[in-house]
């Protein structure tokens, strides 16, 4: 598609539920990033993937969260039994970079997912 | 790890008035980046910078890269209301991998 699509734009959940937010990136992007957004933060670093494989999953805060990306392309990340202080948007971004290249690493983010634990 | 703080945090304008940020590191940084989020939006992408003492500009925007690689700044010359947004800077040690971002910087402009 034209940019990074996320959905649902909203989700609101209660303590203990499972929840899966999904990621379409722009086509042909291989990087494909997780952040979350807490109010007045910067975006915190979550997961990224090069192809189908993670490469840095150094940023899920706990083992409630995890990411997939079966084929390359859509993500998902999933969180189980949410918890209160995981309610943030959660945002996605895509970029062409490949490994091992240099240059500008340009991400394209989405509108991203406000998740709201009840 | 690796913090990238940010000062002000939060600056209030008149139309007209020039704006700066600042970006700071403890250690000597990559490549830095700058991102633009407007209020209920998503950052955008606005400038890489990769070398030391590097001057980028935009238009009304100016982007510096220390001559130690440990602090960035952004100056918008003559804010406008568009201008309005958080402002980010990110680190990128580069080679398709991930960005820390900084704090941010707020940036409210009235008439």
């Known amino acids: 598609g034209a940019g990074v699509s996320q959905t649902p734009s909203n989700k609101v959940t209660e303590k203990g539920k499972y929840v899966e937010l999904r990621c379409d990136p722009i086509?042909?992007?291989?990087?494909l990033y997780w952040y979350r957004q807490s109010l007045g933060q910067g975006p915190e670093f979550l997961i990224y993937?090069?192809?189908?494989?993670?490469?840095?999953d150094s940023g899920l805060p706990n083992d409630r969260f995890f990411a997939v990306r079966p084929e390359g392309s859509v993500s998902t990340l999933k969180i189980q039994r949410t918890e209160r202080g995981d309610s943030a948007v959660y945002l996605c971004?895509?970029?062409?970079?490949?490994?091992?290249?240099?240059?500008?690493?340009?991400?394209?983010f989405g509108a991203g997912s406000r998740l709201t634990v009840l | 790890g690796q913090q990238v703080m940010q000062i002000p945090q939060y600056q209030h304008v008149q139309e007209g008035e020039d704006f700066t940020t600042y970006c700071n590191s403890s250690t000597t940084l990559s490549n830095i980046q700058w991102y633009k989020q407007r209020p209920g939006g998503h950052p955008v992408f606005l400038i890489q910078l990769v070398k030391s003492g590097e001057v980028k500009k935009q238009k009304r925007l100016t982007f510096q890269f220390g001559e130690a690689k440990k602090n960035s700044s952004l100056h918008i010359t003559a804010t406008q209301t568009t201008d309005v947004g958080t402002y980010f800077c990110a680190e990128y040690p580069g080679t398709a991998s991930k960005l820390t971002f900084g704090t941010g910087t707020r940036l409210q402009v009235t008439l």
């Open positions: 086509s042909g992007h291989t990087a």
């Open positions: 971004a895509s970029s062409l970079m490949q490994s091992g290249s240099s240059g500008a690493n340009v991400l394209t």
């Open positions: 993937f090069q192809g189908t494989g993670a490469a840095d």
